[in-house]
């Protein structure tokens, strides 16, 4: 098994790769238009954030799996992977607490404005007048878009700094916002105009893309700090900017569009200009605690896969098909019995969508579910119950 590393990763998970018996091609400084031409023979290729486009996919041979080592997944080509059969997996909540701790981070300083403190005492100037003027979090309402791994992780630091939290995401019931502790809004809408902060950990998908408005961000009330350590996608950024730019609230980012693919490129973006927006360099899971949990998990998918073939944290795995029916067959435990019945299947034009064969205790016998797209004719069926020396019932029930 031969595995291509095009991202960064800690030299012990290197090793612990190694040690699984597997090769191992490190080449963390592959740019994505490379990918295509360096993929070659690899069954499985990991990356961070580097994207994975169609056309590498396309000209990998052998590859059957790739491991994004980070939690989205928005950077791999789902529809290319798909048509291949290619599982795609990812390491998701590892890096949780090291992104709510710099929204904290970015929180605490716009509040105290540390970077202009620093800059000024660097540069021999003393103004405690000036920064001594800070509003202070104690007291406030934080309103959390969110409440996945991270958005959790951040909601027990603002508890712990005295906040009054209020939750949106989509499957946020007030049961749930009673169990955390948190108040609970049906809306973003509802949320917005009732808090002194935001801070928005969303997952980068089609329902989210730009999900926060511009007439939500109008209702903001004057000088809300508005936090996005997610996906600069899910939120109108021509409107933020502009209601940044007017000054209305104070903004502090981790993500921003054109963000280079290089990790020292020049770049330019005009929120991240402004004076009351702290921007940083999408540095969110960038802790050594997080990358190195981080490796853990992708060690441990290569090593299943290696030694079971089954995949940890499979993320494309269809999670509706279009199986109407399920057959379940209580049979005898010898060769030839399924193949038996895919056979029938077969002959009806019946696709089987999943399937799965569990053996009793004593290996006599087993019981095999399958989901299927259609219903088999009678005819079928009676074929199938008519092996009485292969079967023992077959059971039809409809999805």
């Given at each position: 098994?031969?595995?291509?590393?095009a991202?960064?990763?800690?030299e012990?998970?290197?090793?612990?790769l190694?040690?699984?018996?597997?090769?191992?091609?490190?080449?963390?400084?592959?740019?994505?238009?490379?990918?295509?031409s360096?993929?070659?023979?690899a069954?499985?290729?990991?990356?961070?954030?580097?994207?994975?486009?169609?056309?590498?996919?396309?000209?990998?041979?052998n590859?059957?799996?790739?491991i994004r080592?980070?939690?989205?997944?928005?950077n791999?080509d789902?529809?290319?992977?798909?048509a291949?059969?290619?599982?795609?997996?990812?390491?998701?909540?590892?890096?949780?607490?090291?992104?709510?701790?710099?929204?904290?981070?970015?929180?605490?300083?716009?509040?105290?404005?540390?970077?202009?403190?620093?800059?000024?005492?660097?540069?021999?100037?003393?103004?405690?007048?000036?920064?001594?003027?800070?509003e202070?979090?104690?007291?406030?309402?934080?309103?959390?878009?969110?409440?996945?791994?991270?958005?959790?992780?951040?909601?027990?630091?603002?508890?712990?700094?005295?906040?009054?939290?209020?939750?949106?995401s989509?499957?946020?019931?007030?049961?749930?916002?009673?169990?955390?502790?948190?108040?609970?809004?049906?809306?973003?809408?509802?949320?917005?105009?009732?808090?002194?902060i935001?801070?928005?950990?969303?997952?980068?998908?089609?329902?989210?893309?730009?999900?926060?408005?511009?007439?939500?961000?109008?209702?903001?009330?004057?000088?809300?700090?508005?936090?996005?350590?997610?996906?600069?996608?899910?939120?109108?950024?021509?409107?933020?900017?502009?209601a940044?730019?007017?000054?209305?609230?104070?903004?502090?980012?981790?993500?921003?569009?054109?963000?280079?693919?290089?990790?020292?490129s020049?770049?330019?973006?005009?929120?991240?200009?402004?004076?009351?927006?702290?921007?940083?360099?999408?540095?969110?899971?960038?802790?050594?605690?997080?990358q190195?949990?981080?490796?853990?998990?992708?060690?441990?998918i290569?090593?299943?896969?290696k030694e079971?073939?089954?995949?940890?944290?499979?993320?494309n795995?269809?999670?509706?098909?279009?199986?109407?029916?399920q057959?379940?067959?209580?049979?005898?435990?010898?060769?030839?019995?399924?193949?038996?019945?895919?056979?029938?299947l077969?002959?009806?034009?019946?696709?089987?969508?999943?399937?799965e064969?569990?053996?009793?205790?004593?290996?006599?016998?087993?019981?095999?579910?399958?989901?299927?797209?259609?219903?088999?004719?009678?005819?079928?069926?009676?074929?199938?119950?008519?092996?009485?020396?292969?079967?023992?019932?077959?059971?039809?029930?409809?999805?």
């Amino acid at each position: 098994m031969k595995i291509l590393l095009a991202d960064t990763l800690p030299e012990k998970s290197i090793a612990h790769l190694q040690a699984l018996g597997v090769e191992v091609v490190n080449t963390p400084k592959l740019k994505a238009e490379e990918l295509a031409s360096a993929i070659d023979d690899a069954d499985i290729l990991v990356v961070r954030s580097t994207e994975v486009d169609a056309d590498c996919i396309s000209m990998a041979k052998n590859l059957s799996l790739i491991i994004r080592a980070g939690a989205g997944v928005n950077n791999i080509d789902m529809k290319a992977a798909n048509a291949r059969g290619i599982y795609v997996s990812n390491c998701p909540g590892k890096n949780s607490i090291a992104v709510a701790e710099l929204a904290m981070g970015l929180l605490l300083a716009l509040d105290r404005r540390i970077p202009e403190n620093v800059i000024d005492l660097q540069k021999g100037k003393w103004n405690k007048s000036e920064y001594s003027k800070a509003e202070g979090l104690f007291g406030k309402t934080v309103g959390v878009i969110g409440a996945g791994q991270i958005g959790k992780e951040f909601i027990k630091r603002a508890k712990a700094f005295g906040m009054d939290v209020v939750v949106w995401s989509r499957s946020m019931t007030k049961e749930k916002a009673d169990t955390l502790g948190v108040k609970f809004a049906a809306t973003i809408e509802e949320l917005m105009p009732q808090c002194d902060i935001v801070s928005v950990h969303l997952a980068l998908k089609p329902e989210t893309k730009k999900i926060i408005t511009k007439d939500m961000i109008a209702m903001l009330r004057p000088r809300t700090i508005f936090l996005n350590t997610s996906r600069w996608e899910v939120v109108d950024e021509p409107a933020l900017f502009e209601a940044a730019k007017a000054g209305n609230i104070r903004v502090g980012a981790d993500v921003f569009s054109g963000e280079p693919e290089d990790k020292t490129s020049p770049f330019t973006n005009g929120l991240a200009t402004l004076q009351n927006v702290y921007g940083t360099h999408h540095i969110g899971a960038s802790t050594e605690q997080a990358q190195n949990a981080i490796a853990e998990e992708m060690v441990a998918i290569v090593k299943q896969y290696k030694e079971r073939g089954t995949v940890k944290n499979w993320v494309n795995k269809a999670k509706v098909t279009a199986a109407k029916y399920q057959l379940v067959v209580r049979h005898f435990d010898k060769p030839g019995v399924l193949a038996n019945v895919f056979n029938d299947l077969k002959s009806a034009e019946i696709n089987i969508q999943e399937v799965e064969n569990l053996i009793f205790e004593g290996t006599q016998t087993a019981c095999c579910t399958l989901k299927l797209d259609a219903q088999p004719p009678e005819r079928t069926l009676q074929s199938i119950s008519a092996r009485t020396d292969e079967v023992i019932q077959a059971q039809l029930v409809p999805l």
